[in-house]
Structures are given as structure tokens and as C-alpha cells.
């Protein structure tokens, strides 16, 4: 029962938070005189005073985050934020279905960049800020933003920080405490972030377009303020800063800490995964236009290799963007962009999929298995750079990547047995269950998801949360241990 007030109370101050974001918006709404302006200020008073009514009345309570309630918290964030968040579109387009409007605000929040709406570029400017804005939140994830302010509470974040985190996360150099660690991160982060904008304008966008893609391209959440995406603007420029940008908010977090932090270079060269990332990722894009130059899609290999680049990068780093209808190129390109989606993205980025940390382990860890075959006694570890995985971790690591493929598998039958075609399913899960946005055929780049029946739309939510919180989150809630003193 303690541990049920307490996420309470913890879930109060959150819900709080996500009311003035909405109180924001509708400053915004006023100041640009859009219309949006009474959708949004009563969806921040229902929501503050229904946050104030679950943080009040447990104001007394313990303050101490268990293990169970730190994977509670997390799953429950995630579904039920989503929930409140939809408010000012239903009341702003009071045609538009619930259903519709949790999987719009549940593709913000996990920055998946799925979207059921049309006429993106006829949107009160306020109701495009609220999209982008939860992308920007998500981004870093909802708990490690409640980490932050956890201490302020007197509650401890360790819990939440731990169930939250993908994989192998930095700690040499970093501030010793979690709260201290979130701060840092979100520092780095939102500078980052006002880079970003800056470039853009400085590459031809509007600042409105420049603020809005700033947001979506460092949480790789890939919602844009245009039906084309970044086709709409057809510009070089833009797609460069783009992309550096992607690839930029695919890496570890913690490495651009230490980067600023030192004035150098030195952490990106020390970090496994940041090196395999741009490596596979450069080898793939020259791959992607020789193919594209080569089956005559586009007239020279420069205008193929330009858009190659920019859309596998979008793709591969789970943001999302499109420049182009890929689902029209050989099919070979766009499976291998989805493909990247899976392992491409680092630990303690703002991507998702398997992260490239895992994948590195697995590989060694089947390179050590063959090497065992031609000498079965000797003993030689997992190594990655200097440090030894140990076998825990390499055991969790095949555990997860179990779960991730069992999972896609029932989740595209479940597409499949609502009467979508195979491709259509397939990549529809692949995108919502990486974060990565568009597929192809019916849920290609040059549509989007409003085809869907209800149930097909709920699968695809279901795949969005769970990929964001990395399985376990979830998947533990429906472990019967988990649920014993």
C-alpha cells in the first residue's frame, strides 16, 4: 500500500509538471492568436488540479522508492502521461478519436514520429509546439526528468534511474549523484539543443521551424510541422545540419558531457559504440546510394548519395524524417534502414532499438563462442576496449535480445491477424517498437498511420512503450515474483 502512494505522490508531481507545459502552450496559443488558446488552458487546469488531488493527500507518505515501485512508476508514466496529454487535441478537434489522439501523444512521448494527423502544415501553431515539445520531454525519458527533481522531495531516484536506463550507461567522470548525473545530462542536452536551432536557422528555416525540428531531431523523435516532413523544404543545407544533429543525438549522452566538460575530442575516441555507430552508418549510406545510383532511381551518384545519406541516417537513428517517399526505392535500401534502426543508437542516447552497446556484446560474445570451439579450454573473457563484461551482463544482454525478437514476432501476427499484409505489419512494428517512425506500404513516409483500424492502432501503441522502456519494464510487471514480498 505505501509503495501505491508513493508512485501516487510521485505521479502527482509529474502531472503537475505536464500542466504547465500545457499553461505554456496556451501563453503561446494567445500570444500567435492561433484558436488553440481554450483547448489548452482547461486541459492545464483539469490536469493540475487532478495532479494536486493525487499529490496532496499523500504528501505524508514515506518517501522511499522500492525496486518494484521504481519499475511500477515507470511503466505507469509512460501509459497514463500519454493519457492526460491527448486533452488538448480532443478538445481542439473534438472529430478526432481518443484512440487517435493516445497514439499521436503516446508517438510523441516515446519520440517514435508516428503520426495519424493530416494538414500538419494548417495546425495552429500551438498544437505543433505541444507535439514537439513531449518529443523534446521524451527525449531524455519522463524519469530521469523526475530523477532531477526527486531530491527536492526528499525521494530517492536510484530505483527509477536504474529501471529507466538502457543498457551500459557512463558513470567514470560523471557527477557521483543521480540527481546531479540527470542535471548534467540535461544541460548537455538542451545545449545541444539551442546548437541545433541556431543551425537551423542559419540553414534557411523560420525560427517557429527551426525551434519545432530542433526538438524533434535531438529526442529523434521525428515529428515535423509539414505533411512532406523535411521534404518541404528540399534544401541541402537543412538536411546537413540534420543529420549531424541525428547522429549527434544517437550517441551517449555522457560522452558529450565529458566532451564539453574537457574542451575535447578525446571521450568520443575512447567510446566503442560512438566509433561503430559512424562507421556502420557512413559504410551504409555509400552502400545505400551506389544501390540507389546503380538501379537508376536518381540520374548521378552525388543526388543518390545526398538523399540516401540523409534518409538512412533519419531512419537508422530512429528519428524518422523524410525527404523522400523510400518506400518507391529497391526494396533492398529501406529494409537495411530499418534494419540499422535496431542496433544503431547508443546507450544513453535518445534513440531506441537494441542500442549499438548490445550489439557489440553479442557479437564478441559469438566470437568467443567460435573461438572456443578450436580451443575448449582456454579461459578468455568478453572484452570491450579495456574493461571485462562480466558473464551477468552478457547473460542480461541475451536475455533482452530474446525478448526484443519474441516480442516483434507476436506483434506483427497480432497486425496480421487484424488484415494487414505482411510488409505493412512487419515494418509498422519494426518502426513503433524502435521509435523510428514511418514504415512501408500503408504506413510508409508519403502516408502515415490514420489507415490503421483501432485494434491495428493500439498494437502499434503497445509496441511504442514497450520498446521505449526496454522491455523489461514492462515485461517484469507480468512475472508473478515480481509481485511477492
Given amino acids: 500500500m505505501t509503495a501505491i502512494l508513493t508512485i501516487t505522490h510521485i505521479f502527482g508531481v509529474i502531472t503537475v509538471g505536464f500542466s504547465g507545459l500545457m499553461f505554456a502552450c496556451f501563453l503561446f496559443s494567445v500570444m500567435f492568436q492561433d484558436g ?75 519520440t517514435t514520429g508516428a503520426t495519424v494527423l493530416s494538414g500538419l502544415d494548417t495546425l495552429p501553431m500551438s498544437i505543433n509546439l505541444w507535439r514537439h515539445l513531449l518529443n523534446w520531454i521524451g527525449g531524455m525519458g519522463i524519469i530521469v526528468f523526475a530523477v532531477a527533481i526527486l531530491p527536492m522531495l526528499g525521494v530517492g531516484g536510484m530505483q527509477l534511474y536504474k529501471a529507466e536506463a538502457p543498457g551500459t550507461v557512463k558513470e567514470s567522470e560523471l557527477p557521483p549523484r543521480i540527481a546531479q ?74 560522452s558529450h558531457y565529458l566532451a564539453f566538460r574537457k574542451g575535447s575530442l578525446q571521450p568520443y575516441r575512447h567510446d566503442m559504440e560512438a566509433k561503430t555507430l559512424l562507421a556502420v552508418v557512413l559504410a551504409s549510406c555509400l552502400l545505400a546510394g551506389f544501390v540507389l ?21 533519419t531512419i537508422a537513428t530512429d528519428c524518422g524524417y523524410a525527404s523522400q517517399d523510400f518506400n518507391l526505392w529497391p526494396i533492398f535500401v529501406p529494409m537495411w534502414m530499418l534494419f540499422l534502426s535496431c542496433i544503431v543508437s ?72 487484424g488484415g494487414l499484409d505482411f510488409i505493412s ?10 521509435n523510428a517512425g514511418p514504415g512501408l506500404n500503408e504506413v510508409g513516409p508519403a502516408t502515415n ?16 512503450i514497450l520498446g521505449r522502456v526496454q522491455i523489461f519494464s514492462i515485461a517484469i510487471l507480468f512475472v508473478p515474483e515480481f509481485w511477492k514480498r
Wanted: proline share 3%; with cysteine.
Fill in 36 to 110: 488553440a488558446d481554450a483547448a489548452f488552458w482547461t486541459s492545464s487546469l483539469i490536469t493540475f488540479f487532478l495532479g494536486l488531488l493525487m499529490y496532496l493527500p499523500t504528501l505524508k507518505t514515506p518517501k522511499k522508492v522500492t525496486r518494484q515501485a521504481g519499475f511500477l512508476l515507470v511503466a505507469f508514466t509512460w501509459v497514463v502521461i500519454s493519457l492526460f496529454c491527448t486533452l488538448p487535441l480532443l478538445l481542439f478537434m473534438p472529430q478526432m478519436s481518443f484512440i487517435d489522439a493516445y497514439f499521436e501523444m503516446a508517438s510523441a512521448l516515446t
Fill in 346 to 417: 547508443s546507450s544513453g542516447s535518445t534513440g531506441g532499438g537494441i542500442r549499438m552497446i548490445r550489439t557489440i556484446i553479442l557479437m564478441k560474445q559469438a566470437r568467443l563462442e567460435l573461438f572456443k570451439f578450436i580451443h575448449p579450454t582456454a579461459i578468455k573473457p568478453v572484452r570491450i576496449g579495456d574493461h571485462i563484461i562480466n558473464n551477468d551482463i552478457v547473460t542480461s544482454v541475451m536475455g533482452f535480445i530474446f525478448l526484443y525478437f519474441i516480442s516483434i514476432v507476436t506483434l506483427v501476427f497480432a497486425l496480421m491477424l
Fill in 181 to 254: 548525473t540527470a542535471k548534467a545530462l540535461w544541460e548537455t542536452y538542451a545545449l545541444i539543443t539551442l546548437a541545433c536551432i541556431v543551425c537551423l536557422r542559419l540553414a534557411g528555416m523560420g525560427w517557429f521551424d527551426a525551434v519545432c525540428h530542433a526538438f524533434s531531431a535531438m529526442s529523434l523523435g521525428g515529428f515535423s510541422t509539414h505533411d512532406t516532413s523535411v521534404g518541404y523544404f528540399d534544401s541541402l543545407p537543412i538536411e546537413m545540419v540534420l543529420t549531424l544533429f541525428q547522429l549527434l543525438a544517437a550517441m551517449n549522452f555522457a
Fill in 425 to 434: 505489419a512487419f515494418t509498422a512494428i519494426i518502426a513503433c517498437f524502435n
Fill in 449 to 464: 498511420y490514420s489507415s490503421l483500424t483501432d485494434f491495428e492502432t493500439v498494437v502499434c501503441v503497445f509496441a511504442m
Fill in 293 to 313: 545510383w546503380q538501379r537508376g532511381t536518381y540520374p548521378d551518384f552525388w543526388l543518390a548519395l545526398r538523399h540516401a545519406t540523409f534518409n538512412l541516417v
